[in-house]
């Protein structure tokens, strides 16, 4: 017997998708309270600005096509709006039609208010209600923030056209497509005492910056250290770990490759094809 499918619900906060979908969209979002009309021009001209219409829909359909290529057989996404079409309670009703009895609902914004993610867990609950068991994902902020990090280096090699801040962006980037990461940072560390400029940001300030908006875990990745030493068991175990600890968030970093196989067979690879490449062997 297959295993019972489980329905995924992708919110989001909806919007007009044409000029003439603004003034019911706005009475929508006041809860059937009339908009001033001249509030709606305003906003109207906001979205002609922008195209005519709000996008919100489509790239939340394209969200939502890269989680179902993600995710295995077992699980049908779908795309539920609170303010406009499709309609969460909608959306609700197809999924139920579709004999779904389990859903995960997570709302497209990642930190909880009961103002915002409150809202799309009450018309959830409302339209599963005897009907489907929901389980909502209230909060995803603590998502772990990934930071590649390198050592930092004067400024002053900008100004020779130095590759090596492009080098780490293209290895970082390489790495995140790899394991399919979407959200990521490359920041410096253990720059050096001197008084003049050093490449940045630096990643305790990056860590500093992305908590305060509202990222309590974080993952580092010293992409730029190929085994352990100061710049990894001190500036991170020790320093970074210290500052995770003043800002109330979690922090790991990923294991050093040291003599891991991959690694030293990789090594040797380079160092092979160099030598070909000359002709030495």
């Given at each position: 017997m297959a295993a019972e499918r489980i329905a995924v619900l992708l919110m989001a906060y909806g919007g007009p998708e044409n000029l003439d979908e603004v003034e019911p969209y706005l009475r929508d979002v006041r809860g059937g309270r009339p908009t001033a009309p001249e509030f709606v021009e305003e906003i109207r001209q906001r979205y002609a600005r922008i195209g005519g219409r709000s996008p919100i829909r489509e790239l939340t359909e394209a969200q939502a096509a890269g989680v179902r290529r993600a995710l295995d057989e077992r699980f049908a996404v779908y795309v539920g709006m609170r303010h406009w079409h499709p309609y969460i309670r909608d959306v609700v009703e197809d999924i139920v039609a579709h004999g779904h009895r389990r859903l995960v609902g997570l709302v497209l914004a990642p930190h909880y208010s009961a103002m915002s993610v409150g809202a799309y867990e009450k018309q959830l609950v409302e339209a599963a209600a005897g009907r489907?068991?929901?389980?909502?994902?209230?909060?995803?902020?603590?998502?772990?923030?990934?930071?590649?990090?390198?050592?930092?280096?004067?400024?002053?090699?900008?100004?020779?056209?130095?590759?090596?801040?492009?080098?780490?962006?293209?290895?970082?980037?390489?790495?995140?497509?790899?394991?399919?990461?979407?959200?990521?940072?490359?920041?410096?560390?253990?720059?050096?005492?001197?008084?003049?400029?050093?490449?940045?940001?630096?990643?305790?300030?990056?860590?500093?910056?992305?908590?305060?908006?509202?990222?309590?875990?974080?993952?580092?990745?010293?992409?730029?250290?190929?085994?352990?030493?100061v710049e990894v068991l001190f500036d991170v175990d020790v320093v970074y770990r210290e500052l995770a600890g003043r800002l109330g968030v979690r922090l790991e970093r990923t294991t050093s490759l040291n003599d891991d196989p991959l690694l030293v067979g990789a090594l040797a690879e380079i160092a092979r094809n160099t030598a070909t490449g000359r002709g030495w062997t």
């Open positions: 489907l068991e929901p389980a909502l994902v209230r909060s995803w902020g603590d998502h772990p923030k990934v930071l590649f990090t390198a050592h930092s280096l004067p400024e002053r090699i900008l100004a020779t056209g130095d590759p090596y801040p492009d080098d780490l962006r293209a290895s970082a980037a390489a790495v995140a497509k790899r394991v399919g990461l979407a959200s990521w940072r490359l920041a410096f560390q253990s720059a050096g005492a001197t008084p003049e400029p050093w490449l940045g940001p630096e990643a305790g300030a990056v860590m500093t910056e992305l908590a305060g908006q509202g990222h309590r875990a974080f993952l580092i990745v010293p992409i730029g250290f190929v085994c352990d030493h």
